[in-house]
């Protein structure tokens, strides 16, 4: 099969989550020539738990197959939030001069519309049992009691995020840089060893009260892949992918794409899509009108039989 470095690629049209993507690490895992495990990833995140169980799945592939080969993750367009999540795992992070890296936090969109209902005399009517089970309720007036509880909530998945990091990355974590590099990006200092020292003395502070969250590698910023390299939020840069492995690895190692097996449904809507050159729509079409026919002639034949 000669020398490879299996990689899969995360992002994309797929959501972050565990499904999409375990059987393609698993395998990526049990090929015995490997040199390397790739993750190839472009994404802005997702849902925290799923975010936590790929970083996991990840973890636990690692110590399942103890003579597995390093595992790098390659980061593209965006590597945020829940894709910082799931790089934090690999040996090592990679990234482009222009990745956007980090976001090391959590966020819970939300909209009110209370005035605009009331100006078109639109009345909520939810019921709930349990005093808690509305939350914090877009459709009514802010409750503080439930912003709290989010805010509790939102808090301790933070706190969670931010220790897997730090587990993961440990010393390679610059904060004082980082602290320094923001107090000169609002105008507050020039980057010099005086605001480098202060920073320095600041982070100490916060660690030393268990205050991670107030640094600026945790308060959910975003840094380009040369100023993440700079705080130890990822480890190199790079500019081709197969380039840098063969750099590695030697001149020999191609890389292989691991992939998701598909379903026989979405293998048959690929070819149509790809065949008919006119994407995924039509092929799609054709194949919901296909089964579709197998059904209602199933059900014609054999429905109304005792």
Not at 90 to 117: A, E, H, N, Q, R
Not at 172 to 195: C, D, F, I, M, P
Not at 213 to 240: N, R
Not at 267 to 291: P, Q, S, W
Request: hydrophobic share 35%.
């Amino acid at each position: 099969m000669g020398i490879t470095a299996k990689k899969t690629a995360f992002g994309g049209s797929k959501p972050l989550n565990l499904q999409n993507y375990s059987s393609s690490l698993e395998r990526a895992f049990k090929t015995e020539n490997a040199v390397a495990v790739i993750l190839e990833i472009s994404s802005p995140g997702g849902s925290p738990a799923q975010s936590s169980l790929l970083h996991s799945k990840l973890l636990h592939l690692r110590k399942k197959y103890p003579s597995s080969p390093p595992v790098l993750a390659f980061c593209t367009d965006v590597c945020a939030s829940g894709g910082y999540y799931l790089a934090s795992a690999c040996d090592k992070i990679l990234v482009l001069p222009s990745t956007l890296i980090g976001s090391v936090g959590v966020v819970s969109p939300s909209l009110g519309f209370v005035d605009l209902m009331r100006k078109h005399g639109i009345e909520d009517r939810t019921m709930a049992s349990g005093k808690s089970k509305v939350g914090d309720n877009p459709l009514a007036v802010r409750n503080k009691d439930a912003v709290s509880k989010k805010r509790a909530i939102m808090d301790e998945l933070h706190k969670d995020f931010i220790g897997k990091v730090v587990k993961a990355r440990g010393s390679k974590l610059n904060h004082a840089a980082a602290a320094s590099y923001q107090r000169s990006v609002k105008g507050e200092s020039s980057w010099n060893l005086t605001s480098y020292l202060l920073s320095l003395i600041t982070f100490g502070v916060f660690h030393s009260e268990g205050g991670e969250e107030d640094s600026p590698l945790f308060d959910g910023s975003v840094y380009t892949g040369g100023k993440a390299v700079e705080f130890g939020l990822a480890d190199e840069i790079y500019e081709d992918m197969e380039a840098t492995v063969k750099e590695k690895f030697g001149s020999e190692v191609k890389v292989v794409e691991v992939k998701e097996k598909m379903s026989m449904v979405e293998m048959l809507t690929n070819d149509l899509g790809g065949g008919f050159g006119v994407g995924r729509g039509l092929g799609t079409e054709i194949a919901d009108g296909f089964f579709e026919g197998i059904k209602e002639n199933f059900e014609s034949s054999w429905g109304n039989r005792p």
